[in-house]
């Protein structure tokens, strides 16, 4: 089973600030397998990016997703209010199944 | 635009079996190119998936709960359902189920929290 380790746990920033989040496979992940959700207290998580890179329907354009292999990344340009939230990266391996990170929660500083 | 909503007991004794039923809207489930999850959520904590099943009935499942669950599929009400037998109080989570497209998860439900205590 790959696992998933996400870094910070917890990121305290200011509006306007750029931040980044880090996901760390145990194992090697395809890129095309890789996604990132943002959850918000009390509401389902929304995808943000697959494939590592890619924006999901209506998400803005200062988050951005990179990364392959081992390493990925979740960027924030420039930090909105409503960017304040946990977010999760999950991978779907090779064996059946899907494995999400423990969670970055990014708090108001 | 797809929408997914879960159904079921929000309190369910311990040792006994939870059930619940995610209603697809929007779109077809037995139009294929896509599997069906269910994922929960403990209080406070991450994010575990359960399992998932095509319109075709085939289903892939946590290893770790694989001997509890059972994930099964009704293409005439376009619903999926979960059973998770034997719960605990650590079965306590609010569980969502979602639309799997290629390893990503674009369409959830709202999620229902499932309480397991006598």
């Known amino acids: 089973e790959i696992v998933l380790t996400q870094s910070p746990g917890t990121l305290s920033l200011s509006p306007g600030e750029r931040a980044t989040l880090s996901c760390r496979a145990s194992q090697s992940v395809s890129s095309s397998y890789l996604a990132w959700y943002q959850q918000k207290p009390g509401q389902a998580p929304r995808l943000l990016i697959y494939g590592a890179s890619s924006r999901a329907t209506g998400i803005p354009d200062r988050f951005s997703g990179s990364g392959s292999g081992t390493d990925f990344t979740l960027t924030i340009s420039r930090l909105e209010p409503e960017d304040f939230a946990v977010y999760y990266c999950?991978?779907?391996?090779?064996?059946?199944?899907?494995?999400f990170g423990g969670g970055t929660k990014v708090e108001i500083k | 635009q797809v929408q997914l909503q879960e159904s079921g007991p929000g309190l369910v004794k311990p040792s006994q079996t939870l059930s619940l039923t995610c209603t697809v809207s929007?779109?077809?489930?037995?139009?294929?190119?896509?599997?069906w999850s269910w994922i929960r959520q403990h209080p406070g904590k991450g994010l575990e998936w359960i399992g998932y099943i095509y319109y075709s009935g085939s289903t892939y499942y946590n290893p770790s709960l694989k001997s509890r669950v059972t994930i099964s599929v009704d293409t005439s009400k376009n619903q999926f359902s979960l059973k998770l037998s034997s719960v605990t109080a650590a079965d306590t989570a609010v569980y969502y189920c979602?639309?799997?497209?290629?390893?990503?998860?674009?369409?959830w439900g709202q999620g229902t929290l499932v309480t397991v205590s006598s």
């Open positions: 979602a639309r799997n497209k290629g390893g990503y998860l674009d369409y």
């Open positions: 929007g779109g077809s489930i037995s139009s294929g190119g896509y599997y």
């Open positions: 999950q991978q779907y391996g090779s064996s059946p199944g899907l494995t």
